[in-house]
């Protein structure tokens, strides 16, 4: 949610028919993988007819694929994202980096950038096991109010771009212990941004705990690192002081390479 500040762009410079084709491909999520024109006419708004055309040219373009009555989407859409990991080299010189620190915690670290008002991940190194138990994957998105990482995310950007997220990001009681209060929030992020990390216990998943700290850049692209574990492994608090500076220096690591 990190905005550029440059003038706004006129509407007349905008293709609509491309927006509206790219609100098409963000019908399609992990509870939507195979949607029916009137299921994506419905979630986009769209017409009927406006929603067959621009189905069948992601069709054509081999974006998305029919079976029957039934769309969704090929690995081609893995090229539009691509780009952007290619172009920052994340498989190259950064996932190396957290997989040597994930390693020496013995827990998979993630990283996550804004994206509107969600956190997106971008990376993740570790374990096997510790892959399969977060459950996410490269293009996972997790709230931001909610979630250690979407806290710390919070924490980090510019304080009009932190009042707005806190504000209007949505806050859904995924669990009994789901801070759904914004002043609540709001203090938290603030006690974040002092302590330069973020503790969240059981308010995304249920017995399921995360930390993460951010990463600095001189680029000011807003990101962090975490990882999420079995509150019990949090217990420990020798591990949780090792897990905040083992974040730490992955953090620190991974700046200049962002």
């Known amino acids: ?18 927006a509206k084709g790219m609100a098409v491909l963000k019908a399609f999520d992990a509870e939507h993988t195979h949607l029916t024109l009137p299921q994506i006419a419905r979630m986009t708004g769209y017409d009927r007819a406006t929603t067959r055309r621009l189905v069948l040219t992601l069709v054509h373009l081999g974006y998305v694929r029919q079976r029957d009555r039934a769309f969704s989407l090929t690995p081609r859409i893995l090229v539009l994202a691509g780009g952007f990991l290619q172009g920052r080299q994340f498989g190259k010189t950064i996932q190396p980096v957290m997989r040597a620190f994930a390693q020496r915690i013995g827990e998979t670290i993630s990283m996550a950038m804004l994206d509107g008002m969600e956190a997106v991940y971008v990376a993740h190194s570790g374990s096997e096991a510790g892959m399969a ?15 250690a990482i979407g806290r ?5 950007s510019d304080a009009e771009t932190a009042r707005e997220a806190i504000g209007a990001a949505p806050l859904v009681a995924h669990t009994p212990l789901t801070l759904t209060d914004r002043q609540a929030v709001a203090r938290e992020v603030e006690a974040i941004a002092l302590s330069g990390h973020a503790f969240v216990d059981g308010e995304f998943e249920p017995g399921v705990a995360g930390l993460a700290v951010p990463i600095r850049t001189q680029s000011g692209t807003v990101a962090g690192l975490g990882l999420s574990a079995p509150r019990e492994r949090f217990a420990d608090e020798s591990f ?3 897990a905040v ?5 992955c953090a620190d690591a991974v700046s200049g390479l962002l």
Request: hydrophobic letters at 45%; aromatic letters at 4%.
């Open 245 to 249: 500076e083992c974040l730490r220096e």
């Open 133 to 147: 138990r977060i459950g996410f994957t490269i293009g996972s998105r997790v709230p931001l109010l909610s979630t």
């Open 152 to 156: 710390v995310l919070v924490a980090a």
């Open 240 to 242: 949780l002081r090792e």
């Open 1 to 18: 949610m990190q905005r550029d500040r440059a003038e706004p762009i006129a509407e007349k410079d905008i293709s609509l028919t491309f």
